[in-house]
């Protein structure tokens, strides 16, 4: 089994900043693609931005050059910094990643989601 542990979502002002982490643990013997979605309030969940195994990264337009997804391999986490907030930004967010486990089955976990409010 992988576990997924997310952690920074909270109460920012507009214009301030977070940084989301999402480390993964478990039956993991490499991790392929990781993203992070969110879905505010009486909308779909949505990609916000994705990073390959590579270090490939694409972002929805909506945040592109506010916030940026980075990985660390050897902790097995995924990090999405988010500057220039605004309330649109308001949501829970929720990583994604795409685990190919000790066994070599390719599996898709998601995290619990942490809920991010944009509000002065």
């Known amino acids: 089994q992988v576990q997924l542990v997310e952690s920074g979502g909270g109460l920012v002002q507009p214009g301030g900043t977070l940084k989301l982490s999402c480390a993964a643990s478990g039956s993991i013997f490499s991790i392929n693609a990781m993203g992070w979605y969110r879905q505010a309030p009486g909308k779909e969940r949505e990609l916000v931005a994705h990073i390959t195994s590579a270090g490939t990264t694409n972002y929805v337009d909506s945040v592109k050059g506010r916030f940026t997804i980075s990985r660390d391999n050897a902790k097995n986490t995924v990090y999405l910094q988010m500057n220039s907030l605004n309330p649109e930004d308001t949501a829970v967010y929720y990583c994604?990643?795409?685990?190919?486990?000790?066994?070599?089955?390719?599996?898709?976990?998601w995290g619990r989601g942490t809920l991010v409010t944009v509000s002065s």
């Open positions: 994604n990643l795409s685990v190919v486990t000790i066994s070599r089955a390719i599996v898709l976990v």
